[in-house]
């Protein structure tokens, strides 16, 4: 594919990725670098623009984080973001000044929209601003195209370099028009055409991968999650039934998904499609077991086993497939080779399932984007907009001792909260929605009999990264239908709660 690429720079703040998606929904590729990256590679990767992200240190401290200078010499348009404000005026020698004082919180900043960074913007804008040092003096050739009260120089440019640089952050939500900003570097400034798109990116994926696997073999193992799916679906449009996928039912996924992913990869994908009826195996490894990281670990383990187990049957094959995506790339360090995805979130695939290679389709893309191919391969919605789900499943959603019987009551009840919330169309404004069997049971009245029952916790979330997370504002009467129908309909269940926490304090699983 004709990649029109922005190189950003990571000088190690929290809001790297948001940076790469801002630019990703221009419809322009990016990738997130490391800051020691050496000029060679630079000049290979033929960056159209870079981006120097934020950072937490002061370009005074010792281990300030810097990159190669001639990065400044290559005659193509770089945006600095706050560290990477502060480092190219200090490289640049203009001046930074320390601060004792950090300022932090949505700021009113006045602009210069004459600026081709500002086009299209109000004079003023509310921005996000997060920094300790600032600019104090400008670097020559450049001038101040924003201010705030107490920061004099809160943006900067130097045209006919293509040099520009914000104190303040325009990837967070919290700043007005950031969006804008980055389009007006990415499109404007750079003049990136928006081609990365992910049909364009399903086409070419498939054509390559059928050229570099050709007639050799394949094997991916299947969660059912968005990942893992859009991978396979993928694989198996370039090698069809070379590509074998194995599917665990440890029996702690949601009522009916099990089915479905039966349903779509043997009748929609031609694939060599591998169920393992496991429950069994894992109840028994569950039995008796309260700790959730026990839980968590043993999940983890076993899932290994009968992935093992299973590969073995099937013998060599040239390639597993992984389900890794961006976020996972970034997150397991940069620059290095990623980590094999873990399963359930505990060690690793086994190095003993034989095989030759790797293959990660998908690890260039965001989530977002990876939901778009799967849609575009002809995946179902339901299960390409499905909503996170937990490695360890219903597991961790069963407080205490696990058993048939409460996965049997977990799985129903939660069955009717995702179906009446499905009914008042509110699957797409909740992040993650779910019920929870806890262990607690208490006394309720039904017809003229006390009953001694188990109590249902709902759970809502509205979340952007799930770090934070508010607590849903389902209206009264949906919350009340649902618990209606679920201490009708449920046995064993005779109460039922809404969970009014936020993230933090609580998370949001429960266990
Ligand atoms: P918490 O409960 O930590 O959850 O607020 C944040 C997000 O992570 C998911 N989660 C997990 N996902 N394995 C996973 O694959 C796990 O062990 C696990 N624990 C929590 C959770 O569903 C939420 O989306």
Request: glycine share 6%; net charge negative.
């Amino acid at each position: 594919m004709n990649k029109e690429e922005i190189l950003i720079i990571d000088f190690g703040g929290q809001y790297n990725q948001l940076i790469a998606r801002r630019v990703r929904e221009q419809n322009v590729f990016c990738e997130v670098v490391p800051n020691d990256i050496s000029i060679d590679k630079i000049k290979e990767k033929k960056p159209r623009g870079i981006i120097f992200t934020g950072g937490p240190s002061s370009i005074y401290s010792d281990d300030a984080p810097k990159c190669i200078d001639e990065v400044f010499k290559l005659n193509i348009p770089i945006l600095g973001i706050c560290y990477g404000m502060q480092y190219m005026a200090y490289e640049l020698k203009g001046r930074v000044k320390k601060a004792n004082k950090r300022e932090y919180g949505q700021m009113e900043v006045t602009i210069d929209n004459s600026s081709k960074l500002f086009n299209g913007l109000d004079e003023t804008n509310v921005c996000l601003m997060s920094h300790t040092d600032y600019v104090d003096e400008l670097p020559d050739g450049f001038k101040r195209i924003a201010s705030t009260q107490t920061c004099k120089i809160a943006a900067m440019e130097n045209e006919e370099k293509n040099f520009y640089a914000v104190q303040f952050h325009p990837e967070v939500n919290h700043t007005e028009n950031g969006f804008r900003i980055i389009k007006n570097f990415v499109i404007d400034i750079c003049g990136c055409k928006p081609t990365w798109k992910m049909d364009i990116f399903a086409q070419n994926a498939i054509k390559n991968l059928k050229e570099k696997i050709g007639e050799k073999k394949a094997l991916c193992a299947l969660s059912g999650g968005v990942d893992s799916s859009v991978a396979a679906v993928l694989l198996s449009k370039a090698i069809g039934r070379n590509l074998t996928c194995i599917f665990v039912d440890h029996g702690l996924l949601r009522k009916n998904e099990v089915e479905e992913v039966e349903e779509i990869f043997t009748q929609k994908f031609d694939v060599n499609f591998v169920k393992v009826d496991a429950r069994q195996r894992f109840l028994e490894k569950l039995d008796g077991i309260t700790s959730p990281e026990k839980k968590r670990k043993i999940i983890g383990e076993e899932f290994i086993r009968v992935f093992e187990e299973e590969a073995k049957k099937i013998g060599a094959v040239d390639y597993l497939v992984q389900g890794t995506i961006y976020p996972d790339v970034i997150e397991s360090g940069l620059g290095k080779s990623s980590v094999i995805k873990s399963h359930h979130n505990v060690g690793g695939l086994p190095d003993y399932v034989d095989f030759k290679e790797i293959i990660e389709p998908l690890r260039d893309l965001f989530k977002d984007e990876v939901r778009n191919v799967g849609k575009e391969l002809g995946l179902p919605d339901y299960l390409v907009n499905r909503q996170p789900f937990p490695g360890p499943g219903l597991a961790i959603r069963i407080i205490g001792n696990i058993t048939k019987e409460k996965l049997d009551i977990l799985k129903e009840a939660d069955y009717i909260f995702r179906e009446e919330i499905a009914k008042n169309n509110m699957e797409k404004e909740l992040s993650q929605y779910f019920a929870v069997l806890t262990d607690t049971r208490s006394v309720g009245v039904m017809g003229d009999e006390r009953t001694y029952d188990y109590l249902i916790a709902l759970r809502a979330v509205i979340t952007d990264d799930f770090m934070t997370a508010k607590f849903a504002k389902i209206p009264y009467d949906i919350l009340e239908k649902i618990s209606q129908r679920i201490v009708n309909e449920v046995k064993h269940v005779n109460r039922v709660v809404y969970d009014i926490t936020s993230k933090p304090p609580a998370t949001i699983e429960w266990e």
